[in-house]
């Protein structure tokens, strides 16, 4: 049963177009959300979080969107980079508890260049 | 991430060895974890640690034991390794209420 999912494995932008990276979670306890970097051989990378109290939160090129009713987060980039070819993971918290995450199982983005 | 290291990177070993990976941090983080990171499965957590001494079981702990006798060590153990363990496994860090930071992670193979 998982919890937090990201239906989409993959995904191909070109270099400057936007990248929509999906997200959806089925536990309404989570109150706090993630997106993380990987790159092969190397850890996930934190990127961007958002609690439940708010609906967006931008930082530079990355922007992450929660809608709360519809159990539902987004990633967008703009504009895509070559550099930001990777898996994107996404994570959901319920903070009151111990901070433990659940992660999705990742987009593979690739930008086009 | 140079706060947080885990050793060893690679090993490969046989089943019914025991096997014991260690993560390294210097960041005086609270929180501890051990995940592993399996194809279709995204990375599920094994164990954590919320202080010294105190650790608690993740979605996938059969296995799998851990201990935290000082703030900047957290060791897993694969008592008697199977094949079915054979994965790459991540240690994070985290204060509370701050986002977790992952070491580069330990590729376990077991033949």
């Known amino acids: 049963d998982q919890q937090v999912k990201q239906n989409s494995p993959s995904l191909s932008v070109q270099e400057g177009r936007i990248s929509i990276l999906n997200c959806d979670y089925t536990?309404?306890?989570?109150?706090?959300f993630l997106w993380y970097k990987k790159y092969p051989a190397e850890g996930p990378t934190f990127l961007i979080s958002?609690?439940?109290?708010?609906d967006k939160n931008e930082d530079g090129r990355f922007t992450v969107f929660l809608n709360k009713s519809a159990k539902h987060l987004s990633l967008h980039i703009v504009p895509s980079q070559p550099g930001d070819s990777a898996v994107y993971l996404c994570a959901a918290s319920a903070r009151s508890g111990t901070y433990k995450y659940i992660f999705g199982t990742g987009t593979r983005l690739k930008v086009l260049a | 991430d140079a706060g947080i290291t885990q050793s060893p990177r690679h090993k490969v070993t046989e089943t019914g060895t025991p096997v014991t990976l260690r993560c390294h941090q210097t960041e005086n983080h609270r929180y501890m974890y051990w995940y592993r990171q399996d194809p279709g499965h995204g990375l599920r957590l094994i164990h954590y640690?919320?202080?010294?001494?105190?650790?608690d079981k993740g979605e996938v702990s059969d296995g799998y034991s851990v201990s935290r006798s000082k703030t900047e060590d957290f060791l897993l153990t694969l008592e008697s390794a199977t094949s079915s363990q054979t994965s790459v496994y991540f240690c994070?860090?985290?204060?509370?209420?701050?986002?977790?930071?992952f070491g580069d992670g330990t590729r376990l193979s077991i033949l």
């Open positions: 640690s919320y202080g010294v001494k105190d650790t």
């Open positions: 958002i609690s439940s109290i708010k």
């Open positions: 536990n309404s306890m989570f109150d706090y």
């Open positions: 994070a860090i985290s204060d509370p209420q701050a986002p977790q930071h």
